[in-house]
């Protein structure tokens, strides 16, 4: 009679897990408990504390802040700087990840890594630079004197720091998204006929969008903050040259605590839509990756 356990199919070996020892479940909790307190003492508490401060004098003290001429001006031009930029960089991001991505030819890294140069140089040194090139002392200062063009302690000194700091953003976002795109798509498009604005506008758009939309955020957001290369180049004039950062230092140096911390509850709340922009654009391009 033949054995009918024989007859039974043979389970697959499963793979055991090892039990994790509690030394190790000890080190876990603590490495996590240190990146919570760390972020709580760098970070939280003291966005805690702007909150309350800010509310601190009351909604009529926030009222006179909001209404004055010297912070509505500041906003106009931080908006202003940030309106101008954005699009220029977004053009300029697009128009180098294309360009570099998926290609290879002499001077590729080095082209990359002038990309990244504004990551690594301090914004004050990068206003210098302007300073140095477009002030009145400057290479290009005595032409722009005689044309009756101001560029340093102006709206232009402003704008072109404020996209030198922003730069690499929106490019470094696209370039990894271009790169894991490939180019089998684009190539199909051009052999069924399609133009290049055709094949970017259907083909190639489409595939980075959540990279682009993720580097124009953050764009947006160094924008409105940056403070460094803005101070060097714009001479801080109150009610002229001084946006939203440079009012809020102004105001702390003055003694002016309530204005200052009521301008930066206003940067710090566009810090939470910034951070909510990306963790919604973070979750549908995930959304989108898993139905693909």
């Known amino acids: 009679m033949a054995n009918s356990s024989l007859n039974r199919p043979i389970a697959a070996a499963q793979p055991t897990k090892p039990a994790a020892t509690p030394g190790f479940q000890w080190g876990k909790w603590l490495l996590v408990g240190f990146v919570f307190a760390y972020l709580a003492l760098i970070l939280l508490v003291p966005a805690l504390n702007v909150f309350a401060q800010a509310l601190k004098g009351g909604l009529p003290a926030m009222v006179d802040t ?10 106009k031009l931080t908006v202003i700087a940030t309106a101008i930029t954005v699009p220029l960089n977004t053009v300029f991001g697009l128009c180098a990840a294309i360009a570099i991505a998926n290609k290879t030819f002499p001077g590729r890294s080095l082209l990359i890594s002038i990309i990244d140069l504004p990551f690594s140089i301090s914004p004050v040194v990068a206003g210098l630079m302007l300073v140095l090139l477009f002030g009145s ?6 032409l722009l004197d005689e044309t009756g063009i101001k560029v340093i302690f102006a709206l232009p000194g402003i704008v072109m720091a404020t996209i030198f700091v ?41 595939s980075i969008r959540w990279s682009l939309l993720y580097g124009l955020i953050l764009c947006n957001a160094r924008a409105m903050g940056e403070f460094g290369a803005v101070a060097v180049v714009s001479g801080n004039i109150a009610g002229k040259t001084q946006t939203l950062p440079l009012f ?14 009521t301008a930066a509850l206003l940067l710090a709340c566009l810090a939470v839509v ?12 995930g959304i989108q990756h898993r139905g693909h």
């Open 137 to 142: 002392r400057g290479w290009f200062g005595p």
């Open 66 to 75: 909001f209404s004055s001429r010297t912070f509505i001006n500041a906003v």
């Open 274 to 285: 910034t951070l909510v922009l990306k963790y919604v654009l973070e979750r549908s391009a």
């Open 166 to 206: 922003t730069m690499p953003f929106i490019a470094r976002e696209v370039l990894p998204a271009l790169e894991e795109m490939g180019t089998e798509q684009e190539e199909a498009a051009a052999t069924l006929g399609a133009t290049p604005w055709q094949t970017f506008w259907r083909v190639t758009l489409p």
């Open 248 to 261: 809020i230092e102004e105001a702390h140096i003055q003694y002016d605590t309530q204005s200052a911390y």
